[in-house]
């Protein structure tokens, strides 16, 4: 297993309580939307993979080790965390520079650093802009550039926060390219969100959070379909997902596409899965 919590708890300086025993395993290659409402842990739970908080109780584990005495440093190798604002993580004066930054200091050679930072700009759209200042940029190309410069470290595990907040639709497509090349690379990635349809399309696997504990954890398909829990937990299915609900159709996943399938003619409502 790539990553696991084991019982955590998380309790901030000034006692307030962010997790409670929360227990879940991560394996290579999966795409996992993290969910529910503001302050409800989201944030939190993913600052431990990364060793940027501790557990109060309980245990983070990471290419099966515990993480307890491993440095922030050398954590960064194995798993990266992009913030949900791109200015929280931008550090250099140009854009080139910023996305070689990271696998430069995980120690990657001149020429591997510069083929993953060249790989991670074309993903995200950021060719040709080599040289100009990452503050001259738009907000959302500030944000495919943290993007692109989280993607170039190459880690195991990435943990998005709200990457598609300020993208448009192309954008948000540039990101869905960039998720499959990291499936297809046996890279995991563990998306909070609230773009539920960005979900629907994008992810396998939901895990819930609710008032500091762990909800759900099953497939992002079945999620959309628990009606009561979506509500406790603040949350709107997708906008397929509240159409198929309409027309008492349920397809194995609530995209336009399995969608479409489901109205082909001939098809009966128990052969639409």
Not at 103 to 112: D, H, I, K
Not at 191 to 220: K, T, W, Y
């Amino acid at each position: 297993m790539l990553a696991e919590l084991r019982g955590v708890t998380f309790a901030y300086p000034d006692g307030t309580e962010a997790l409670r025993d929360v227990s879940l395993s991560i394996g290579a290659g999966e795409r996992i939307a993290l969910v529910g409402r503001n302050g409800s842990g989201k944030s939190t739970l993913a600052r431990h993979l990364n060793g940027l908080l501790r557990p109060s109780s309980g245990e983070v584990w990471l290419d099966g080790k515990p993480t307890a005495d491993v440095p922030v440093a050398v954590l960064a190798g194995r798993a990266a965390l992009l913030f949900q604002n791109p200015d929280d993580q931008i550090c250099k004066g140009r854009v080139a520079d910023e996305v070689a930054f990271g696998p430069r200091n995980l120690g990657f050679s001149p020429e591997r650093t510069a083929e993953l930072a060249a790989e991670a700009m074309t993903l995200f759209g950021l060719d040709g802009l080599d040289a100009a200042n990452p503050y001259d940029l738009g907000w959302s190309e500030r944000k495919r550039l943290a993007l692109a410069s989280v993607v170039a470290m190459d880690t195991p595990l990435l943990v998005l926060d709200e990457p598609t907040a300020g993208l448009d639709a192309f954008e948000a497509g540039l990101l869905a390219s960039a998720l499959d090349r990291l499936g297809e690379q046996g890279r995991a990635v563990v998306l909070i969100s609230h773009d539920m349809d960005f979900v629907a399309e994008n992810c396998d696997r939901a895990v819930c959070l609710e008032s500091r504990r762990l909800r759900f954890d099953g497939p992002v398909a079945e999620l959309f379909t628990r009606e009561e829990l979506l509500e406790s937990c603040g949350l709107l299915p997708c906008q397929v997902a509240r159409l198929c609900a309409r027309l008492a159709v349920r397809p194995a996943r609530f995209t336009p596409e399995a969608f479409l399938g489901c109205l082909r003619p001939g098809e009966t409502a128990s052969g639409r899965e």
